[in-house]
């Protein structure tokens, strides 16, 4: 599933350091935790 976060116009700086981060939980797999903890399964 896809998932969109909406920021305020000109929220550049934050935009770019909430994906940052986002990337780096779905590299560590720390976004998977989560995701099983929370919804019971594995994220597709």
Do not use: C, H, M
């Amino acid at each position: 599933q896809q998932y969109g976060i909406a920021f305020p116009k000109g929220s550049d700086e934050l935009r770019d350091k909430v994906n940052g981060a986002l990337k780096t939980l779905r590299e560590n797999g720390t976004y998977n935790e989560i995701y099983k903890k929370w919804f019971g399964t594995e994220p597709k």
